[in-house]
């Protein structure tokens, strides 16, 4: 079995970061991407950007899709303290249910879902969480809901789960191969949760440093 290295790990947080100050972009300002707005409600209308070489790539993985399929952007750019609020959160919920946990393990579980603060992609403008669509724009089956837990899907929001059926399986590489055609990498634990130029792409990749370092947007 191929490790998962999770968002905790030391190795992610180890990776340099070189910023190349590459502006956050409106997704809608492209318009070639249909957006959705679940996220609005948590950051107003800051989960609608993205660096723009991340958003370049999204448009070429886009292209690459079979006929009658879509990209749907639900989340890009995650201001610090929000990415703050979710760990926390998050953290809390899996204390309250395993008080045996050292802090230790509670920060490795949690960063199967949420990534710690201090790392995080999304806070970059690096990440982006998003699923496929058909020619309607209705909202295909990838085996979970974009953004279901490990606890509530049983680990079926692991990209390479076993326990889901062979549509959503196909979908899920269909998604996979334009995505990292265009360069973006997968964090495993997450199906739906792609990045480009932060420090878990640098380590996926081999690259020598991350590109994007966390940002406030304005």
Not at 8 to 32: H, M
Not at 149 to 162: K, L, Q, R
Not at 165 to 188: D, F, H, K, M, S
Request: proline share 6%; with cysteine; glycine share 8%.
């Amino acid at each position: 079995m191929t490790e998962v290295v999770l968002m905790s790990d030391p190795r992610v947080a180890a990776v340099p970061v070189q910023e190349c100050g590459e502006p956050l972009v409106n997704v809608r300002g492209d318009g070639r991407l249909l957006v959705d707005e679940r996220k609005r409600a948590d950051s107003g209308e800051a989960f609608a950007h993205l660096r723009e070489g991340v958003l370049h790539r999204l448009v070429d993985a886009q292209a690459q899709l079979p006929d009658g399929m879509r990209l749907l952007f639900i989340e890009g750019y995650r201001p610090p303290a929000l990415q703050r609020r979710y760990f926390d959160t998050y953290a809390d919920g899996l204390r309250a249910d395993h008080p045996e946990w050292p802090a230790g393990k509670i920060r490795s579980a949690a960063s199967r879902y949420v990534s710690p603060p201090e790392i995080a992609p999304h806070s970059a403008g690096a990440a982006v969480d998003l699923t496929l669509v058909d020619a309607d724009g209705r909202e295909l089956d990838l085996g979970t809901r974009v953004n279901a837990t490990p606890e509530e899907s049983a680990g079926a929001c692991y990209t390479g789960a076993a326990n889901i059926g062979a549509e959503a399986r196909t979908l899920r590489t269909v998604l996979a191969t334009a995505l990292t055609a265009a360069g973006l990498v997968n964090y495993p634990t997450e199906w739906w949760h792609w990045s480009y130029g932060d420090r878990y792409w640098a380590l996926t990749t081999g690259a020598r440093n991350a590109l994007y370092a966390a940002r406030e947007l304005g």
